[in-house]
């Protein structure tokens, strides 16, 4: 089972965000392979999992937005 993130990820390094990111796209990879068949619970994960992933993403995009300027 892949930990929740924390509700603030500016506590997150970049490194640790990119750690996140990578565990997510692995999980959300193996899932999205096997949609046809996912159970109940696995579809759930894979909804959890992209959302997290969404997070990750607006996180970084707005870091490097903050940067740029």
């Known amino acids: ?3 929740d993130l924390p509700e603030n990820l500016s506590a997150l ?3 640790g965000m990119r750690e996140e990111a990578d565990v997510r ?3 959300i990879s193996a899932l999205f ?3 046809p068949a ?3 619970v696995e579809a759930s994960e894979l909804k ?3 959302n ?3 997070r990750v993403a607006r ?3 707005a870091t490097r937005t903050r940067l740029r300027h």
Request: glycine share 8%; hydrophobic share 30%.
């Open 25 to 27: 796209d692995t999980r």
């Open 33 to 35: 392979g096997r949609w």
């Open 48 to 50: 959890k999992l992209y």
């Open 1 to 3: 089972m892949i930990d």
């Open 52 to 54: 997290e992933r969404l």
């Open 59 to 61: 996180s970084v995009g």
């Open 38 to 40: 996912l159970s109940s």
């Open 13 to 15: 390094n970049p490194e």
